[in-house]
Structures are given as C-alpha cells and as structure tokens.
C-alpha cells in the first residue's frame, strides 16, 4: 500500500516543481472520507439442480486517503487524491450430488467449493479543476475532469472437495496473490467551503473502472475532506 502510494505522488511532486518557478501556484494538503454510493456487489443465495449456491459482498463502502493539490492563477487546480477501501467476495457451491456418474478411470467429480477473495484497492486519480469563483471567496464551487488508475491486490483463496468413482473423496486447496491494474475517466464536482485557515470541501465523484471484475464497471462515490 505504501509502495503503491509513493509511486504515484512522489512523481507527481517532482514535475510540479519547475512550474513553481515558472510562475505563482499554491499548494494545498489534507484528507478525506467518503463511501460509495452505488453498490459494486450484490449479496445472493439460491439453489440451482438441488445444490447451494451463495455468495457474499466483503467489499467496504468506506473510502479514505490523503489529498494534494495545486492551484493555478485564479480559478484552475490540479488534484491528485489516492483512495483506499477494503475488496473482497465470499463464495460457496454446494452440487448436492446424489449419485456420483460414471467417471473414467482417474476422473473426479466436484462436490462443493468454497472461495474467497480479500485485499484492497487503490484509486489513483489525477483530476484537472476549474473552479466558478476566485481564490478570495469563500465558497469556491468546481467541477473536475480527468483520469483514473486503480490497482487490485491482495489474496485468492479457494478450497474444492472432489470425489471419484470409487468413492473416495479428496480435497484441493489453492492460495495465490493477486494484483492488477485498471484505468478510466473521472468526473467530479463540488465546492471548496473555507474557513480560516482550514477548508472543507465536500466532493461528489464519478469513476469508470474499464477492468473491475466482479461487478459493475461504474462507481459513484460521495467525500468530505479538509485542505489547509
């Protein structure tokens, strides 16, 4: 997660610094704090040809991390705000099988799997902004437009029970790491509330996610965060 971070900001860090003498740019940091406001998964039971099948929604609805933006003249800004949040699937297949079919010699038969996905995720996005009034004001309305990366990683665990055709029953396990990588458009918009020195900024965002798997491709999030 750390690693993940650093790769991204530090970068970020580096080409915004000879724009600093190029000409006046503020600089902004804080946090935030938001949660989904679609559901990427939908929990589900059912019984299909006499066996169990269930599956169950880990992944959070809660979502934080820090934000860095810079500001550029009087109404544009470049943000960049990683997200973190909790994934994972739970899933259980139960065949129900009454009478095991005739196998060839070796062959087996699947009587019930269980799996689990668990990790987390970390959305990148780096988002232009041009805000609707001055840096003096007070609320300063915006909306954003820009790119997305996020990175899936963590772990896949699947436990399978098997019999043959003589009976005999045995069982598999599989456990591996995972992580991959996904991009997309983001569009955002909110208002930047200041107050002294600190400023609230609640956020309404729209991410398109071109690899999420499982589950929609679309995700619409709600934050509130604090820039000084």
Known sequence: MTRTFLAVSLPALFLTGPLAHAQKIDYSIGARAGFLLSQPLRDRSGFISQGANVFRNDTQRFAAGPTFEIGFKQRFGLELSPTWRREGTTSFHDFNLDTIPTLPPGGVVLLSQFARESGHSWDIPLVGKYYLARKDAKIRPF??????????????????????????????????????????PVVSGGATIRSGRISIVPEFRYVWDNLAYPGPHHRAEAFLGFRF
Do not use: H, P
């Open 143 to 184: 909306f954003g437009l820009g790119a997305s990366a996020t990175r899936y990683g963590g772990t896949a665990f699947v436990y399978s029970q098997l019999q043959s055709g003589t009976g005999a029953k045995t069982t598999q396990v599989f456990e591996n790491g995972y992580s991959r990588w996904s991009l997309g």
